[in-house]
Structures are given as C-alpha cells and as structure tokens.
C-alpha cells in the first residue's frame, strides 16, 4: 500500500498518496455505529450527525437507507444538555448498552461542552 494512491468516495478522483499505514490487533466487531460532530452551516454552529446502521460504510447507509441518519443541532454557548443526550441514546438504539449510561451520558456531555465553559 505505501507508495500507492488510496482512491475512495471521500477522495478526489485521483486519490491520495499513501505515506503511513496503522496496523492493530483484529477485534471482533458486533456492530458498528456512526457519530461525529460536525460544524454546519444550516445550523450556523456544531451538530450531532448520527445513524446506528452507520461505521466503516457511512456513505452507503447515506445512499440506501438515509431516514436512518439523524442531525441534532448543540447550542454552542451551552452544549449538549442530557434530555438531547437520551434522546441520542434512543435514536442509536442504545448500541452501547453494555456501558453504563449515567456514566457514558456524562462523559458525552462534557465532551460536547463549548471549550471555555468546561472546567
């Protein structure tokens, strides 16, 4: 692979020149789901963008299936707050079951507090 070019949808038709490849341990995935959080300019500020059917192939999910992508706009002064962050958890069918919410719920919620209100 190095030396070559990566050629995927997210690239331009021409690729990318392969420098570094990361090789880990193979782990036995049961499922995969997509979170990211984006800045939009709909929303003029960050939103969650989220699916549970989404990982690896999140442009296929787009493609075939794209009612199961879901956008939650963050208030950017105030952040996530922890109605939206169970309404997350519903809304990704709780694919992370085996964690502990309270905890999980938390840790989501500091993560996705604007930067100079987190202490």
């Known amino acids: 692979m190095i030396g070559n070019r990566l ?3 997210q690239t331009l038709p ?3 020149p392969v420098q570094k490849v990361m ?3 193979a782990l036995d995935i049961s499922r995969e789901t997509y ?3 984006l800045m939009d300019r709909e929303f003029n500020g960050p939103v969650i963008v989220g699916s549970p059917d989404g990982g690896m192939d999140i442009e296929e999910v787009a493609e075939k299936t794209p009612e ?3 956008t939650m706009p963050i208030d950017i002064n105030n952040g996530i707050n922890m109605e939206q962050v169970e309404i997350l ?3 990704l069918s709780n694919p992370l079951r085996h964690l502990k919410w309270p905890k999980t719920s938390n840790s ?3 993560r996705l507090k604007p930067p100079l ?3």
Do not use: D, W
């Open 35 to 37: 979170l990211a959080v």
């Open 89 to 91: 958890r519903l809304q």
């Open 23 to 25: 090789v880990a341990h």
């Open 108 to 110: 989501l919620a500091r």
């Open 68 to 70: 199961r992508i879901f």
């Open 7 to 9: 050629t995927t949808k």
């Open 14 to 16: 021409e690729g990318v």
């Open 117 to 119: 209100s987190r202490s």
